[in-house]
Nanobody, 125 residues
Framework: QVQLVESGGGLVQAGGSLRLSCAAS????????MGWFRQAPGKEREFVAA????????DYADFVKGRFTISRDNANNLVYLQMNSLKPEDTAVYLC??????????????????WGQGTQVTVSS
């Protein structure tokens, strides 16, 4: 079983930055696409970003392009989300997710198999 634990959330002013971290533990020997999702109160969970195992490919939601950067450190089972130029509408619980893949370059997993509990990001206006 793989466990994912997010950290790095907090309260920031609009225009500020945060760096979220996701630490994976357990059975992490398989190749995983890693991703970030977010869910605001009363809204559906939405995709934010994903990164392939090989670090070759990244995918971003349109609303974060140019502002957020996803990265990973496979040796330490970590994935990051650097968030710059934060907006109040970015306020949400940010969730780390992992999905297995047989291809190191693939940015879309077979399924999103594992989820963290989330870390709260609040952006004040």
């Amino acid at each position: 079983q793989v466990q994912l634990v997010e950290s790095g959330g907090g309260l920031v002013q609009a225009g500020g930055s945060l760096r979220l971290s996701c630490a994976a533990s357990g059975r992490t020997s398989s190749m995983y696409v890693m991703g970030w999702f977010r869910q605001a109160p009363g809204k559906e969970r939405e995709f934010v970003a994903a990164i392939s195992w090989s670090d070759l490919n990244r995918d971003y939601a349109d609303f974060v392009k140019g502002r957020f950067t996803i990265s990973r450190d496979n040796a330490n089972n970590l994935v990051y989300l650097q968030m710059n130029s934060l907006k109040p509408e970015d306020t949400a619980v940010y969730l780390c997710a992992a999905g297995r893949t047989a291809l190191s370059w693939k940015v879309v997993p077979t399924t999103w198999d594992h989820w963290g509990q989330g870390t709260q990001v609040t952006v004040s206006s």
